[in-house]
């Protein structure tokens, strides 16, 4: 056995059958399955507590506010910030409309983002600015020449996406840093939802202002987002929602703000999901990191390698395994609709994978003008599974070729 | 009952699909079969049933017959939601559908002038989203975007029926009117929820031409029937038609509001307990196709029991008459052992003039409610009256009443009237 297989092992949703046919699950961009330790974690403290959070003074409530503090301690030492330099949030969308809404910028803000962003790092600036989007190559690349030609407009912000969710590509992060702390004083705000899953990341090495990214694609539960904030930053940062937990006083005129980060934490939050999102972490911080580079370099060569031996599909990215995660997506030829090839591959081969515009249809307009298919790869896939996604894609793409063939006699 | 008129075609199509496909050969051969041990028509029961999983799982290498391709002329691919989520991707002959749904109208005098030499009917949709095959709850689509090939337009509705805006019902009001459709195909539930909104805006549902109604998708209830009736008027033919998504029209109903079952296009089988069952015994419908060249499908279960009720109708069609029951995930298991099918709920509540839309709902514990939304006509003795009724059929199941103002489809925006949440060993 592999040591791949030894990791599948630790996700029950991966023993599930369909029509009698076991599952490959490749839309790990989307979110990834839950290993045993995450759900036991969820289950734990539901089955031994379920009480809420802060307020309560009773046993149950200290306990749990303690596992949830300690969560909180997890995650953002697995990025190197300070506890409270770390927001509990839902998802990374809600991370970065709190940051484009908080800053306090004017109408006519000029905001610098990126032709691949997800739209989640594009809409939230739309609404509070006047945004201009870095191009990128033929393959996915920022356009480094006019991302300098835009800083040099002086923006508020320049806002970042470390990984494209559509070409995989990972994006010289740090120098794009340099080169605006260089350029300007731009807060600086990084979309790594897609790239922390793959690596670890020190936000006060990045030198970024405020980074976004969500527990889910990272063997975390769903509904929990993690918004992290230099603290001199997040002090000045305005509360999306107020309400229960984010004040220390109230009275018939006014209110006191809590400290950071509970101001931006509104209501009762998902405490068993964020107690389960240490969970994950420490599962991930219990593999090793040789090995699982090396399986990722793994993927990345079937996924790349799949893609570009084959006429029937174009790569949308980079034809090279370099600077990318185990992720391709894929325009298929003729305009044969990749909704309905992913429904097939689901249904008829067992692989689940992802069609449509992937949240990023600016990009993929640019780059592939239609709807494509995405493969997004894991720790718990492994190549041989890549190559029968592959197989899987050429024999229902024969069935669907253009030419009219005859029927059979009768 | 074993149907024998036409076993020689059932024997070909066998040897077609045991010859052509590589899944009715492996399925034949698992159980040490070859065509020419089914002699006779007793014989076709030695082939155990096939079903939706074995054709979703092998589409399309395993289920199209040899020489054909998805892209091949004549090929409809589709995709269906299913009941309840059990979902398909399938392709069908354009002529196989055609013929089989000549077959089934054939059954009704009053859509005869429907179909004319060289002319093909203006048909205008109006269902679930997803039986539509086009995105028709964006909001943002033209006519001309959920135009099929075939001509027919999909009109747009939300995927939860009862929280469809004005404007969206508004807008396929309008495009009927621009339309100009000769043929409604419509899901009955929808069509009665269309119905009192038009009525609700002051507002008409005609066409210049002659007007029919083909109800599908769901079950017709006698509510929503009722609704389409008064509103359209006796001039406006209406047809309860009998169909999967799959296999196209498998019966219809006749000028004389009996539903007919095609056993021209299919051969048909009702089975319990893997027998075949007696007329007036509830069974489930399998189907074997006759002359399918492209997915020929043997056995096949189709997960809606019928009752059969002979062939004899002073409508003048010898198709086999049958009552509709439901599907075996919807029935009503009653704690002594017997089932209650939609069918027979619905023959409880009946046309009920003074509610708009209902919903039988049993939960995991066996109880079950039942919820409806009255009309400006209900009254309490109405609905004491009906709870009655429904207990006297539902015992020794405990079954409650909620009037309410709104009741919620399925994802898929179906709208069942009878769901049970206990899961279905067969009926």
């Known amino acids: 056995m592999t040591v791949q297989n030894a990791w599948r092992d630790d996700f029950p949703a991966l023993r599930r059958e369909i029509d009698g046919q076991p599952i490959s699950y490749l839309d790990n961009a989307a979110t990834t399955l839950k290993p045993r330790p995450v759900i036991q974690a969820i289950t734990e403290y539901y089955e031994t507590n379920g009480a809420n959070i ?146 670890r990341i020190n936000v006060h090495a990045l030198d970024v202002d405020f980074m976004a990214f969500s527990m889910h694609k990272m063997l975390g539960p769903t509904g929990v987002g993690c918004l992290f904030g230099r603290s001199e930053l997040l002090a000045k940062l305005r509360p999306l929602s107020v309400g229960g937990g984010t004040v220390d006083w109230v009275d018939v005129d006014g209110s006191v703000d809590r400290r950071i980060p509970f101001r931006f934490e509104a209501g009762t939050p998902a405490i068993a999901s964020v107690i389960g999102s240490a969970a994950a972490i420490r599962y991930l911080e219990s593999l090793d990191d040789s090995e699982r580079h090396r399986h990722a ?43 309905e090839v992913a429904r097939i591959l689901s249904d008829s081969y067992g692989f689940m994978v992802r069609s449509g515009h992937m949240c990023a249809q600016p990009l993929v307009a640019e780059l592939a003008d239609g709807e494509i298919l995405r493969i997004a790869a894991y720790l718990y896939n492994d190549a041989a599974e890549v190559e029968g996604f592959y197989q899987a894609l050429d024999e229902l793409l024969s069935w669907m070729a253009p030419e009219v063939v005859l029927g059979a006699n009768r | 009952m074993i149907d024998s008129s036409n076993f020689e075609a059932v024997q070909e199509e066998i040897t077609y699909a045991f010859e052509n496909t590589v899944f009715f050969r492996e399925h034949m051969q698992a159980n040490r079969l070859r065509p020419e041990d089914i002699k006779a028509p007793e014989d076709l029961q030695r082939i155990p049933p096939t079903s939706k999983a074995h ?15 998805l892209n091949s002329r004549d090929v409809m691919r589709f995709q269906s ?10 392709a069908i002959l354009s002529y196989d559908l055609a013929r089989r749904q000549a077959t089934g109208l054939g059954v009704n005098r009053r859509f005869d002038e429907l179909w004319r030499p060289g002319g093909r009917p203006r048909i205008c949709r109006f269902a679930p989203p997803n039986c539509s095959d086009v995105e028709c709850a964006t909001g943002v689509s033209s006519l001309e975007d959920r135009t099929l090939p075939d001509g027919t337009l999909v009109l747009t509705v939300a995927h939860d029926l009862l929280a469809t805006p004005e404007w969206q019902i508004v807008k396929a009001l309008d495009e009927i009117e621009i339309y100009q459709p000769d043929l409604l195909v419509v899901d009955p539930t929808h069509f009665a929820f ?84 007696e007329e007036g015994q509830l069974g489930e419908l399998y189907v074997t196709t006759i002359d399918d060249c492209l997915v020929p499908r043997i ?18 069609s010898e198709l086999p008459v049958v009552r509709i029951e ?54 309490a003795r109405e609905a004491a009256a009906l709870e009655a009724r429904l207990a006297d059929a539902l015992a020794p199941n405990e079954v409650r009443l909620e009037a309410v103002d709104y009741i919620s489809c399925e994802r898929s925006g179906k709208f069942q009237p009878c769901i049970s949440r206990i899961p279905a060993e067969g009926a």
């Open chain 1, 54 to 199: 802060h307020r309560g003074k009773h046993r149950l409530s200290e306990e749990a506010s303690d596992a949830y503090e300690a969560s909180r301690m997890v995650i953002a030492r697995y990025i190197g910030a300070a506890a409270n330099e770390v927001v509990l949030l839902r998802n990374t969308s809600e991370a970065l409309n709190l940051v484009a809404s908080g800053l306090g910028l004017r109408p006519d803000a000029y905001i610098v983002g990126a032709l691949d962003a997800h739209h989640s790092q594009i809409l939230p600036w739309r609404r509070v600015g006047r945004v201009d989007l870095t191009r990128v190559d033929a393959h996915g690349r920022l356009d480094r020449d006019h991302f300098r030609m835009l800083l040099r407009r002086r923006p508020q912000v320049v806002t970042l996406t470390h990984c494209s969710n559509v070409t995989g590509v990972v994006h010289p992060v740090e120098e794009l840093i340099s080169e605006v702390r260089a350029a300007c004083d731009a807060t600086v705000v990084l979309d790594s939802a897609q790239f922390l899953p793959h690596q």
């Open chain 2, 194 to 277: 269309l119905v009192r909104c038009t009525r609700r805006l002051g507002r008409k549902i005609t066409s210049p031409r002659k007007l029919h109604i083909v109800c599908g998708y769901t079950l017709m209830t006698r509510v929503a029937r009722r609704q389409i009736e008064e509103f359209m008027g006796q001039e406006v033919p209406i047809g309860d038609m009998i169909g999967m998504s799959e296999l196209g029209y498998l019966g219809f109903e006749c000028h004389h509001g009996r539903r007919h079952i095609n056993n021209i296009d299919f051969h048909v089988e009702f089975i319990r307990g893997g027998r075949s069952v």
């Open chain 2, 299 to 316: 056995r096949y279960a189709t997960g809606d029991y019928f009752t059969p009720l002979g062939s004899s109708c002073e409508c003048g």
């Open chain 1, 297 to 339: 370099d793994e993927l990345r060569a079937a996924l790349v390698g799949g893609a570009v031996t084959r006429p029937r599909v174009q790569l949308i990215g980079p034809p090279n395994e370099n600077g990318r995660i185990a992720l391709v997506s894929l325009r298929l030829e003729n305009g044969v609709p990749a909704g």
């Open chain 2, 55 to 69: 054709y979703r799982r092998n589409f399309p290498a395993g289920v199209l017959a040899k020489g054909y391709t």
């Open chain 2, 326 to 379: 439901g599907r075996a995930t919807h029935m009503i298991q009653l704690r002594d052992g017997r089932i209650v099918t939609p069918g027979r709920v619905d023959s409880v509540i009946g046309d009920a003039p003074w509610l708009d839309l209902y919903q039988l709902e049993q939960s995991r514990t066996g109880t079950c409610t039942f919820r409806y939304i009255p009309n400006a006509k209900a009254q």
């Open chain 2, 81 to 90: 939601s299913g009941t309840s989520g059990d979902r398909l991707n399938s």
